[in-house]
């Protein structure tokens, strides 16, 4: 075996067992924590929203709204580094996590675990990035991608893919709430009455996102079809738009109210998700 090698196969190991040490198991799980706090708070925007107040019920705005609390900069590294270790967890998991499976799960199981990777690697660095002074306003960076793909027909057809993609997200995540197939990756949790609450806590959250991603979705495809970026608004304009439906302010009052139960369910979480 050359030396080369030898290193390689060193260092992998090394980075398996940081991967499984529990200060490194601790701090991926304040992702958790991070996350929760997020949806709580663009939960808690859009029901203002709901009752006749202003906001900007996406990340930015959350992101925003916890900064301006006491101890905001702090709270904010604190996600940031949370949701970092997080992602790095997810990397984890996509070279070491698949062992014992057959090979037609590994690929799921790799691609699965990628795409987290990459939501809390962003999630990570958005909070970095406001904790660090920056800021930047999601709808219009929204609107200027929206506007740029569609200059061109090859960008038209990714944009109504993303478009898709989300719908297809929003949909596995009703699915998941309706059926409670969330709970699978969950251990440890209390016996009789606050376990119950966990699940339906879990459930009522993970619908109410999945209705937020399929309004989100279907928005980007009908942006796209119409040539119009100013309709990709991104979360804010998603759950803003549902106001325009019969009864408005009530749909987004109980979608809000729900993604407020996510927020707590992914707090809750942090404590009892496998790992």
């Known amino acids: 075996m050359s030396e080369a090698k030898r290193q ?11 991967s499984e040490s529990k200060a490194f198991e601790i701090a991926a799980r304040a992702g958790y924590i991070a996350a929760g706090l997020l949806h709580l708070l663009i939960g808690v925007i859009a029901l203002r929203v709901a009752m006749g107040g202003s906001g900007s019920a996406d990340q930015s705005g959350a992101i925003s709204a916890l900064g301006d609390g006491p101890g905001g900069a702090l709270l904010l590294w604190g996600c ?3 949701s ?12 070491f996590g698949a062992r014992g499976l057959k ?10 675990n990628g795409a987290k990777a990459v939501t809390y690697g962003v999630i990570g660095g958005t909070f970095a990035s406001y904790a660090a002074g920056g800021s930047s306003d999601s709808s219009e ?25 989300v719908m297809v997200v929003g949909g596995y995540f009703v699915y998941s709430g309706a059926t409670r197939h969330f709970t699978k990756n969950l ?35 009908v942006a796209t079809v119409k040539n119009n970026p100013e309709e990709s608004t991104g979360l804010d304009g998603a759950l803003k738009s549902l106001q325009d439906q019969p009864y408005g302010a009530w749909i987004l009052g109980v979608v809000a109210l729900g993604l407020i139960a996510y927020g707590v369910f992914m707090v809750i979480r942090s404590r009892y998700q496998k790992m």
């Open 8 to 18: 390689a196969d060193k260092a992998v190991d090394t980075a398996e067992d940081v």
């Open 80 to 82: 940031a580094l949370g």
């Open 84 to 95: 970092i270790a997080l992602a790095l967890f997810m990397v984890s998991e996509v070279f």
């Open 103 to 112: 090979d037609s799960d590994k690929l799921k199981f790799r691609a699965k």
């Open 141 to 165: 960076s929204t609107q200027n991608l929206s506007a740029s793909l569609m200059s061109n027909p090859a960008g038209s057809i990714l944009l109504m893919a993303i478009g898709a993609g």
């Open 187 to 221: 251990s440890g949790l209390p016996g009789k009455g606050a376990g119950t609450a966990v699940i339906r806590l879990g459930m009522v959250g993970y619908i109410a996102k999945g209705v937020a991603l399929l309004v989100l979705g279907l928005l980007f495809i």
